[in-house]
């Protein structure tokens, strides 16, 4: 199972970012796809969950309304849409799934939202 996140970088807040996870080793189309953040000194959390056929999604309080998780099990692909930003936001962002019981994280990609 590899999972890849891509999309992050410096915004300014008010901006938008479009986060990417490319998934391989695993039939993406069975199984639920989660993004998580870690911010400095803050424990990981969860974000966003999206289940394995797209039409069920749940969101962290804070992100409700902001932010869209979707998928593309074409393209074994899953994203989540960022829009009015928040220095808060600021993050290390982690793309999640379990696979036969098994934890699997991306590496993560870092979004900044700062002036």
């Known amino acids: 199972v590899q999972l890849v996140e891509s999309g992050g970088g410096l915004v300014q807040p008010g901006g938008s970012l479009r986060l990417s996870c490319v998934a391989s080793g695993f039939t993406f189309s069975y199984y639920a796809m989660n993004w998580h953040r870690q911010a400095p000194g803050k424990e990981r959390e969860l974000v966003a969950r999206?289940?394995?056929?797209?039409?069920?999604?749940e969101y962290e309080d804070s992100v409700k309304g902001r932010f869209t998780i979707s998928r593309d099990n074409a393209k074994n692909t899953v994203y989540l849409q960022m829009n009015s930003l928040k220095p808060e936001d600021t993050a290390v962002y982690y793309c999640y799934t379990v696979v036969d019981t098994v934890n699997h994280w991306g590496q993560g990609t870092q979004v900044t939202v700062s002036s």
């Open positions: 999206i289940s394995s056929g797209g039409g069920t999604t």
